[in-house]
């Protein structure tokens, strides 16, 4: 039966395709461990400044062009066979940046450790990606570097103190649920003085819990997914983030997303996403190029023999009153040289603008060229 483009992006959201390249380093006893990893550098430049000063208030320049280090990585996988149904698994991933040299250390992605089966499913405790971005919104990232846009993305929420389980294959359902911890440990006790202000502010030291749900179907080449991301607010209790942070907009994020495969060649995507429970205004205003209240996504991604062109359009709303909703969008292709290493380029324009439309064409567009190799 062939493998459609629908199920090769279902599989690489929920981190499988990681292992198309992987070599195995150990086989012995019932274990196997397999090394995987890919090298992607990029030349950039364009795109917007403004968005980011230092300590004394100067904008910093981010427009030039650059060489970078476009999210290399290396990973370990390892599982055991425990049984005939059960199988143990761990996973270990690296981030280097890898377009210098330098004496920082690595980051690390992700870290955890599981069992699945296929009667009962699958659990896995540690340091991973957000179960709704596995479900759902990762099949709608299809850019290499820049442009993708979600309210529950990998680190939303996620990475880190979590707990999920994923229900097996019900005749195209499944089900996905997911609880991230958030400890009280390492906070003033009873409160703090705020430096602002000079007041005392009571806090909760107690620790908590945000969690997220996802429910996907997936019918030939017809995909469904409704997701659930609490991403709860805990700035004002002593309780904290390990690893991803929560929606800067607010709590409550709800995805609904249909992908369907017209041909082998050929998929298209619709997502819609919104934050029903928005912070105060004056948070919002703090951080308002990032705190979208909804959008609307149109992916599509196009298999031409020897590499893929691709493109999305994401209209946003900002949850900032006064201003307008906003275009972004993203236009990439890629060329295969041989089965691990491919070359590619993007052209995106995410302009923050409070009067721009869809047919904006203007100095703000980033164009990033690169080249990739998996193994």
Same mark, same amino acid.
């Given at each position: 039966?062939?493998?459609?483009?629908?199920?090769?992006?279902?599989?690489?959201?929920?981190?499988?395709?990681?292992?198309?390249?992987?070599?195995?380093?150990?086989?012995?006893?019932?274990?196997?461990?397999?090394?995987?990893?890919?090298?992607?550098?990029?030349?950039?430049?364009?795109?917007?400044?403004?968005?980011?000063?230092?300590?004394?208030?100067?904008?910093?320049?981010?427009?030039?062009?650059?060489?970078?280090?476009?999210?290399?990585?290396?990973?370990?996988?390892?599982?055991?066979?425990?049984?005939?149904?059960?199988?143990?698994?761990?996973?270990?991933?690296?981030?280097?940046?890898?377009?210098?040299?330098?004496?920082?250390?690595?980051?690390?992605?992700?870290?955890?450790?599981?069992?699945?089966?296929?009667?009962?499913?699958?659990?896995?405790?540690?340091?991973?990606?957000?179960?709704?971005?596995?479900?759902?919104?990762?099949?709608?990232?299809?850019?290499?570097?820049?442009?993708?846009?979600?309210?529950?993305?990998?680190?939303?929420?996620?990475?880190?103190?979590?707990?999920?389980?994923?229900?097996?294959?019900?005749?195209?359902?499944?089900?996905?649920?997911?609880?991230?911890?958030?400890?009280?440990?390492?906070?003033?006790?009873?409160?703090?003085?705020?430096?602002?202000?000079?007041?005392?502010?009571?806090?909760?030291?107690?620790?908590?819990?945000?969690?997220?749900?996802?429910?996907?179907?997936?019918?030939?080449?017809?995909?469904?997914?409704?997701?659930?991301?609490?991403?709860?607010?805990?700035?004002?209790?002593?309780?904290?983030?390990?690893?991803?942070?929560?929606?800067?907009?607010?709590?409550?994020?709800?995805?609904?997303?249909?992908?369907?495969?017209?041909?082998?060649?050929?998929?298209?995507?619709?997502?819609?996403?919104?934050?029903?429970?928005?912070?105060?205004?004056?948070?919002?205003?703090?951080?308002?190029?990032?705190?979208?209240?909804?959008?609307?996504?149109?992916?599509?991604?196009?298999?031409?023999?020897?590499?893929?062109?691709?493109?999305?359009?994401?209209?946003?709303?900002?949850?900032?009153?006064?201003?307008?909703?906003?275009?972004?969008?993203? !236009?990439?292709?890629?060329?295969?040289?041989?089965?691990?290493?491919?070359?590619?380029?993007?052209?995106?324009?995410?302009?923050?603008?409070?009067?721009?439309?869809?047919?904006?064409?203007?100095?703000?567009?980033? !164009?990033?060229?690169?080249?990739?190799?998996?193994?």
């Amino acid at each position: 039966m062939k493998k459609t483009l629908l199920a090769t992006a279902i599989a690489g959201a929920l981190g499988v395709s990681a292992a198309a390249q992987a070599a195995t380093v150990y086989d012995q006893d019932g274990t196997q461990v397999d090394v995987y990893g890919r090298i992607n550098f990029g030349l950039t430049t364009g795109g917007l400044d403004g968005h980011n000063t230092d300590d004394q208030g100067r904008v910093i320049k981010e427009s030039g062009s650059e060489f970078i280090d476009v999210f290399s990585r290396f990973g370990f996988r390892a599982r055991h066979q425990v049984s005939s149904d059960l199988l143990a698994f761990a996973n270990m991933e690296i981030r280097p940046q890898l377009d210098r040299q330098h004496n920082s250390s690595p980051q690390i992605r992700n870290s955890f450790v599981g069992l699945t089966s296929d009667p009962f499913g699958t659990v896995r405790v540690g340091n991973f990606d957000g179960m709704v971005y596995q479900a759902i919104t990762g099949l709608f990232e299809i850019q290499e570097y820049e442009g993708y846009t979600t309210l529950s993305g990998g680190a939303t929420a996620a990475r880190g103190d979590s707990i999920a389980y994923s229900t097996p294959d019900l005749e195209g359902f499944q089900a996905h649920v997911q609880a991230k911890h958030l400890s009280g440990n390492n906070a003033p006790m009873g409160g703090f003085t705020d430096p602002d202000t000079g007041e005392w502010v009571e806090v909760d030291n107690s620790s908590t819990q945000s969690w997220q749900s996802a429910v996907t179907y997936t019918w030939n080449d017809l995909f469904l997914g409704l997701g659930y991301n609490q991403s709860k607010d805990v700035e004002d209790r002593g309780a904290s983030y390990d690893g991803g942070g929560a929606n800067p907009a607010g709590e409550d994020v709800w995805v609904g997303a249909v992908v369907y495969d017209f041909t082998p060649a050929f998929r298209l995507g619709v997502k819609y996403e919104e934050v029903t429970d928005l912070h105060d205004q004056d948070r919002i205003a703090a951080d308002a190029e990032d705190s979208i209240e909804n959008m609307w996504t149109l992916m599509g991604v196009f298999d031409y023999g020897m590499g893929e062109l691709y493109a999305d359009y994401n209209r946003v709303r900002y949850a900032l009153d006064g201003v307008d909703s906003g275009n972004r969008w993203t !236009l990439g292709a890629n060329y295969r040289f041989s089965q691990p290493m491919y070359v590619w380029a993007e052209v995106v324009d995410y302009d923050f603008d409070s009067d721009q439309s869809i047919s904006d064409i203007d100095d703000d567009l980033r !164009l990033t060229v690169g080249v990739r190799y998996d193994f």
